[in-house]
């Protein structure tokens, strides 16, 4: 079966999606103000909240802007450490608003406090820092880092009684207040507050109109995978049963891993997980069933991984909407098409911005 792969010309985002996540955000903080209540630590926590996505932002999409602020030379190594900065505050704003017991999210923030001030003092004895400056930068990053303790402190007291509840018990209970268990599960009874205390459990399953076979075939090639998995950018095979993956992560990191097989079973099934000293940490299977009445290839992939990041790391993907769930829906649509199509398809409308022949304009009749 012969097949022409080509790449799939991504939609240009708009800004409507990122602005829709921050109200979503805002929501959850809105809603979780009445469970935290209205004392001078919570008011305190989220406005730290916002001010660590405020910052985080600035961070990542204008780094320059912020070298120049703090009196530091803009520079390729300067930009690519504040965008580093940027992710860790915006993971740990997103995690203060919409965490109901955020208090050790507080405590990363004077651990991420307390690298600004190493960073900035290591600045300050650099002869290309405007030491002014970069003195001021200083005195703020040391009184942000005041109030982060303070906040910090003053909510770890107050779960101080729920701590001695137990962490299994006060997860269930979580899921249970939420009113949700996923139906991906790790295990049996295993609610989804726990499951992602240990990692991001992904299953998917999607039907392909191609033999087990000829389905199997094509998975086994590695280097067939990027062709419809939107963030890998290759996997290379070095050896039987290893190979080397390389993708791209949220916020335009990317991430390397190494990998080796642990079971081939030829059309049926394949498994494997990283090795030790992975950036991002995996375990995953394919399994190709015969669809009933001969409709193909039911294809079931099961993923567990633990982000670049962890939970933090976890919160960054889904504000940049590159939540693994959301990745692996996409990732199979487009596996389905190029088994059944030799491409994948989209339309003109999808990758032109505005008007187009494929999007005329609204209320504009068509002939």
């Not at 520079?75 to 993971?91: F, H, P, Q, Y």
């Not at 059309?267 to 375990?283: C, E, F, H, K, Y």
């Amino acid at each position: 079966m012969s097949m022409d792969i080509r790449h799939e010309q991504r939609r240009p985002r708009s800004g409507s999606g990122a602005a829709a996540r921050l109200r979503g955000v805002g929501q959850r903080a809105l809603s979780l103000r009445a469970r935290r209540g209205d004392g001078a630590g919570e008011r305190l926590a989220e406005g730290l909240g916002w001010f660590s996505l405020g910052l985080g932002l600035a961070e990542l999409l204008a780094p320059a802007g912020v070298a120049r602020l703090v009196g530091v030379r803009d520079d390729a190594d300067n930009r690519a450490v504040l965008r580093a900065c940027g992710v860790r505050e915006i993971a740990t704003g997103v995690g203060i608003l919409t965490e109901e017991q955020p208090a050790s999210l507080l405590w990363g923030r004077v651990a991420g406090d307390v690298m600004d001030l190493l960073l900035l003092g290591t600045a300050l004895g650099s002869e290309n820092t405007e030491r002014d400056r970069t003195a001021m930068g200083v005195v703020a990053v040391a009184g942000v880092a005041l109030l982060d303790v303070l906040a910090a402190q003053q909510l770890t007291q107050q779960a101080i009684p729920v701590a001695g509840e137990g962490r299994l018990a006060r997860l269930a209970r979580g899921a249970e207040r939420d009113g949700r268990t996923d139906g991906a599960r790790t295990g049996e009874g295993t609610p989804r507050a726990l499951r992602e205390n240990r990692g991001i459990h992904v299953k998917r399953v999607v039907t392909v109109n191609r033999t087990p076979d000829e389905v199997y075939r094509f998975w086994h090639d590695f280097q067939n995978l990027p062709s419809f998995m939107s963030h890998l950018e290759s996997v290379q095979v070095t050896g039987p049963r290893r190979s080397t993956w390389k993708a791209r992560a949220p916020a335009g990191m990317r991430v390397t891993w190494d990998a080796e097989t642990t079971e081939d079973v030829p059309g049926q099934r394949i498994a494997w997980r990283s090795l030790p000293g992975a950036d991002v940490d995996n375990t995953g299977s394919v399994r190709f069933v015969a669809a009933p009445g001969g409709r193909g290839t039911e294809v079931h992939v099961e993923l567990d991984y633990r982000p670049p990041g962890g939970a933090f790391g976890a919160l960054v993907a889904k504000l940049f909407g590159e939540a693994p769930e959301q990745q692996i829906a996409g990732d199979l649509r487009r596996f389905k098409q190029v088994m059944e199509t030799g491409e994948v398809v989209h339309s003109d409308a999808s990758i032109h911005r505005g008007m187009h022949a494929a999007h005329p304009p609204e209320g504009q009749a068509r002939a």
